[in-house]
């Protein structure tokens, strides 16, 4: 073994794990496995399969990853650059996975940096809804948005506060609630070494309480019936069953459900709503789909109620994914609810919009209702449907930016490229991946336009695939590619 385990963490383990120990410590002469999860927002599994330049095999308990070869670099291609897809690590994909958001939701993301499960939730609304991403770090919330819109994400919310701030503006507001919480790390020692000497300086204490005080606090952001996922990439058991006991004794409202469906293997007499069986039978019957390799949680390492063994561990001497841990969780109906009144945008921002902006919608396919825009120091944002007013919070991106307002013209976004489709506007520049203008062009260099097309704005495509737009007249190209997302 070349990575050096610390030997209180090796003496735990080998208690957790028992016959099981020694294939554990055996996976940490393999290499982990490198993943990308497919943009459904963009593109099918099978449309990204014909056009891989990669050697791929799908991730069998994901239904939109992939892992790819140790010796491809997928962020170094185009098809990256157009947002295709996200590049994560297989097991990490799990939480995104599990949580059973519907188009029209309202999902939070609590600690949601650096995006790889907003953006999956994100895919899951289909630009329906409202999208919360919530970090408390700002520099990592600048990472966030930028992850959110390079996926193309038209109803997003990028926020960097502490979770208590949030309390007042959300209360029972979600549908749906990620809690990805921060932790020690142990399931992470094989794909990050460094991760290790975090481990030894802050323990597992230090992490479970701040779990403790986040996920009381994302609770209260819950709605009557709503869904909250709760997951870490540790294997302690204080981190996991131990802080989901905590919060059942906390929080009588709240109740596990089965995350997967063949957990009810263990617990064949569990008491299913409706909503729950047809959720556990869609996922059942969902094509290329395997849990096989997930362990399920263990109610007599922390004493705690016997519904957890719903709750699933993530080993990675058992599948080809790191360490993780997950629960599902329900707030009960009975609960108190809250009303939320939608933001109403003033009639005097409507009125600020140019002529120039106004055209430009008309020559995008996708509905943009004028009643929704707002202005923001003559940038125009779209605002998701039944937004409550976000006054007081620290706010990195409300709404999709559309565009910058500049004396007599319009200058439109690189979010809002990022989240057309070719279909959706009328004056395409579409590029193959092998053309090397492809790379000049998101080197924010000049290229030379090959084909006839209309003056004005011209979106610039790989392969069908918006990448961003130019300026183009009388034969002459501006390149206007965000310089801050430019290929190094």
């Known amino acids: 073994m070349n990575i050096r385990l610390p030997e209180d963490f090796k003496k735990r383990m080998q208690e957790m794990l028992s016959d099981e120990y020694e294939a554990y410590e055996k996976c940490y002469e393999e290499k982990h496995r490198g993943g990308l999860r497919i943009n459904t927002l963009k593109l099918k599994n099978e449309e990204f399969e014909k056009i891989s330049p990669y050697e791929i095999k799908q991730v ?5 990853g992939y892992y790819y070869q140790e010796k491809e670099q997928p962020a170094r291609h185009p098809y990256y650059f157009g947002g295709l897809y996200y590049i994560q690590e297989p097991s990490a994909m799990t939480p995104a996975s599990l ?9 939070l ?3 949601a940096a650096p995006g790889g499960k907003s953006t999956e939730l994100a895919a899951k609304l289909q630009g329906k809804g409202v999208l919360v991403s919530n970090d408390i770090s700002n520099s990592r919330a600048k990472a966030l948005l930028k992850n959110i819109e390079l996926f193309g994400v038209r109803n997003p919310v990028v926020i960097s506060e502490a979770p208590a701030k949030l309390v007042n503006t959300f209360t029972g507001y979600f549908d749906k609630i990620l809690v990805d919480a921060p932790c020690s790390g142990e399931g992470m020692f094989r794909k990050s070494p460094s991760i290790i000497k975090n481990w030894e300086q802050y323990g597992v204490d230090y992490y479970n309480k701040l779990q403790k005080e986040i996920i009381l606090l994302a609770v209260k952001m819950l709605k009557p019936g709503g869904y909250l996922l709760y997951s870490t990439c540790t294997f302690s058991t204080e981190e996991n069953e131990g802080t989901i006991k905590f919060l059942l004794e906390e929080e009588p409202d709240m109740e596990i459900v089965p995350a997967i469906w063949n957990s ?20 059942k019957n969902r094509n290329n789909v395997s849990y096989k390799g997930f362990d399920f949680g263990k109610p007599e390492w922390v004493d705690g109620p016997k519904e957890l063994v719903h709750t699933l561990r993530l080993w990675p001497q058992r599948i080809e994914g790191e360490g993780h841990y997950v629960a599902l969780l329900r707030k009960k109906e009975t609960a108190p609810s809250s009303i939320h009144e939608p933001y109403q945008i003033p009639a005097k921002e409507t009125k600020q919009i140019s002529e120039e902006a106004k055209e430009f919608f008309q020559k995008i396919n996708f509905p943009i209702d004028i009643n929704r825009i ?70 924010c260099e000049s290229i030379e336009i090959k084909k006839e097309c209309k003056d004005g704005w011209l979106l610039v495509c790989v392969d069908g695939y918006p990448l961003g737009f130019g300026k183009y007249s009388k034969g002459n190209f501006k390149n206007k590619y965000l310089p801050g997302w430019r290929w190094m």
Do not use: H, W
């Not at 069998?60 to 939109?64: E, T, V």
């Not at 949580?99 to 999902?107: F, R, S, T, Y």
């Open 60 to 64: 069998p308990f994901i239904p939109n």
């Open 99 to 107: 949580l059973p958001v519907e188009p029209g939701d309202k999902v």
């Open 109 to 111: 993301d609590l600690c």
């Open 264 to 283: 009810l293997e263990n617990q064949p007499d569990y008491p299913l709503r409706g909503e729950d069986k047809d959720r556990l039978e869609n996922m």
């Open 374 to 443: 707002t202005v923001r120091e003559d940038r125009l944002y779209l605002l998701p449907e039944d937004l409550v007013d976000l006054k007081g919070l620290r706010i990195l991106r409300s709404g999709l930016l559309l565009g910058e307002m500049k004396k007599n013209r319009f200058e439109p976004s690189q979010a809002l490229a990022s989240a057309l489709k070719a279909s959706e506007y009328d004056n395409i520049y579409n590029l193959s991946s092998k053309d090397e203008d492809v790379i000049r062009y998101l080197k």
